[in-house]
């Protein structure tokens, strides 16, 4: 049973355009909604977090955008570049220290 | 400070046998995870421990199981290996076991099932 449904399977995007990844669930007890990042031979690595209190949270060129309404949370990649290409995992905690992780999206950016 | 590191990269085994896969946290953090991540099913929780205790555990057969020591390092032990347990094997650590505290994963075990 998949906890967490993401979206799109793969993207290609072109050199400085905006990536553009989605996620959605169905238990409201999730609490934590990080997003990973994965090079080929190596372990995710968090990118960013968000808490279900807020709607929005940006680091540098990239953003969580959060609708607890609609049970939904996307990633969005400004300027994207090539050193962006990687796979990228939603995920989501609920009161426990383990994560659910969505099926992942290899993001390709072209120069 | 050194990030989590896993024992051995990858490893080669014939169905039937066992084996065992070792994770060293980061210095402080005291709760490890262990996750599996195959093409076709994708990251998949496997257990938690945190104080030498597991306190939570997913969806996989007692064939997998783990411990850990009380210098917060851990291993998992697979026993009478199938084709199927051929994937990489992640371990994470987290500072402790609340649901917020971020978890850092390694580089990955490589298990490789003939």
């Known amino acids: 049973q998949q906890q967490v449904k993401q979206s799109p399977q793969s993207l290609i995007v072109q050199k400085g355009g905006i990536s553009i990844i989605n996620c959605a669930y169905e238990?409201?007890?999730?609490?934590?909604f990080p997003w990973y990042q994965q090079f080929p031979g190596k372990g995710p690595a968090l990118l960013i977090a968000?808490?279900?209190?807020?709607s929005e949270k940006k680091e540098g060129r990239f953003t969580i955008s959060f609708n607890k309404s609609a049970k939904q949370f996307s990633l969005h990649i400004m300027d994207s570049q090539p050193g962006d290409s990687a796979t990228y995992f939603c995920?989501?905690?609920?009161?426990?220290?383990?994560?659910?992780f969505g099926t992942g999206t290899r993001l390709t950016v072209i120069p | 400070k050194a990030g989590v590191t896993q024992t051995p990269r990858y490893l080669i085994k014939t169905r039937g046998q066992q084996v065992t896969l070792s994770c060293s946290p980061i210095?402080?953090?005291?709760?490890v995870s262990w996750y599996q991540q195959t093409p076709g099913q994708g990251l998949q929780f496997l257990f938690e421990?945190?104080?030498?205790?597991?306190?939570n555990k997913g969806n996989f057969p007692g064939r997998f199981s783990g411990r850990q020591f009380s210098n917060s390092r851990s291993e998992m032990n697979v026993s009478t290996l199938e084709l199927g347990d051929s994937a990489l094997y992640l371990c994470?650590?987290?500072?402790?076991?609340?649901?917020?505290?971020?978890?850092?994963f390694g580089p990955g075990t490589r298990l490789t099932v003939l």
């Open positions: 210095s402080g953090h005291r709760s």
């Open positions: 421990y945190f104080s030498e205790t597991q306190r």
């Open positions: 968000i808490r279900p209190d807020v």
């Open positions: 994470a650590s987290s500072p402790g076991p609340s649901s917020t505290d971020t978890q850092y």
């Open positions: 995920a989501v905690k609920t009161g426990a220290n383990n994560l659910f």
């Open positions: 238990n409201t007890a999730f609490d934590y």
